[in-house]
T-cell receptor
Framework: AQSVTQLGSHVSVSEGALVLLRCNYS??????LFWYVQYPNQGLQLLLK????ATLVKGINGFEAEFKKSETSFHLTKPSAHMSDAAEYFC????????????WGLGTSLAVNP | DTGVSQNPRHKITKRGQNVTFRCDPI?????LYWYRQTLGQGPEFLTY????????KSRLLSDRFSAERPKGSFSTLEIQRTEQGDSAMYLC??????????????FGPGTRLLVL
């Protein structure tokens, strides 16, 4: 069965510090993995996705994530946090069926302190 | 702005009333999904359409919920006899749908429902 676990429901970093948001997955099929960001009262926006090509994936706004099959992980990083990065971040994995729905983690709220 | 629009953005209703939400997809996107998101949770799959055909409904979707996508364009989600537990953000996402699992789902801004 497909599932996603995001460790840490709340992460707080200082502006300019490294951002690390953790995502571990479980999948009965080769996974496709996604990170989305949600700003307050807005919909979800794709940051990046892993589709079995390069294991290091670069996304928008300076974010990147590395797919590690041995660790079943897809952690999201950014070298230097900006105040505008404060948002909710969701990791998702593709469903195993033909419907191609996404299975989501509970999200991690990122706070950036000045 | 992803190009997916949802209306209304906010809806406050009294318990027992019916509500209807609308999602307008990106043109030529043939797959459309509805998700529900409650506070502190990730989105939960409700249902999806391939063109006008509703191909799957989650067990979360009780008989009070119905979704349509006439002509394979916009979609509506109706909740009859609303309950306080229906209070949530309802998200619509669309996909171009060329066939790949990895295709990006583009989300609308959501409709936030509050049932009093």
């Amino acid at each position: 069965a497909q599932s996603v676990t995001q460790l840490g429901s709340h992460v707080s970093v200082s502006e300019g510090a490294l951002v690390l948001l953790r995502c571990n997955y479980s999948s009965s099929v080769p996974p496709y993995l996604f990170w989305y960001v949600q700003y307050p009262n807005q919909g979800l926006q794709l940051l990046l996705k892993y589709t079995s090509a390069a294991t290091l994936v670069k996304g928008i706004n300076g974010f990147e994530a590395e797919f590690k099959k041995s660790e079943t992980s897809f952690h999201l990083t950014k070298p230097s946090a900006h105040m505008s990065d404060a948002a909710e971040y969701f990791c998702a994995v593709n469903g195993a069926g033909n419907n191609r729905k996404l299975i989501w983690g509970l999200g991690t709220s990122l706070a950036v302190n000045p | 702005d992803t190009g997916v629009s949802q209306n209304p953005r906010h809806k406050i209703t009294k318990r027992g009333q019916n509500v209807t939400f609308r999602c307008d997809p990106i043109s030529e996107h043939n797959r459309l999904y509805w998700y529900r998101q409650t506070l502190g949770q990730g989105p939960e799959f409700l249902t999806y359409f391939q063109n006008e055909a509703q191909l799957e409904k989650s067990r979360l979707l009780s008989d009070r919920f119905s979704a349509e996508r006439p002509k394979g364009s916009f979609s509506t989600l109706e909740i009859q006899r609303t309950e306080q537990g229906d209070s949530a953000m309802y998200l619509c996402a669309t996909v171009m749908g060329q066939g790949g699992i990895e295709e990006t789902q583009y989300f609308g801004p959501g409709t936030r429902l509050l049932v009093l």
